[in-house]
């Protein structure tokens, strides 16, 4: 079992991705922003079936999906990502930002996951 962190800032603040790999798993919490939480729920099996919970109000499963997605391509293993991450007053253009911020946090965790 391995775990790390992988930071990533949008104007100031921080996103963080906490990975825990198993030996036959991986879970990442992806949180941050004015108020960490847990907003989506995704999960992706051996049989690359993906299923997501997301909760009433939250707009994170383009995170967890995404996440999930390409870490279980990557490593073929099963993965499951939370993701909470808030800013208070944000455009869809700084959701945008948001959004290239964590996809450089997971190509960073990608090439840890493929160092181990």
Known sequence: MKTF???GEW???KITASVLVLDQGIRVDLY???LPHIGAVSAVSCDKRLETILFPGHR???LSE???ASLNRQTGMPVAVT???HYDGVTREDIEEIVKVTEE???QVMEKI???
């Open 32 to 34: 941050g922003g004015d």
């Open 11 to 13: 104007r100031g603040r």
């Open 114 to 116: 493929s160092l181990l």
């Open 105 to 107: 946090m997971r190509k």
């Open 5 to 7: 962190a992988c930071n």
């Open 66 to 68: 995404s996440w999930a």
């Open 60 to 62: 994170e499963a383009v």
């Open 83 to 85: 993701a909470g991450i």
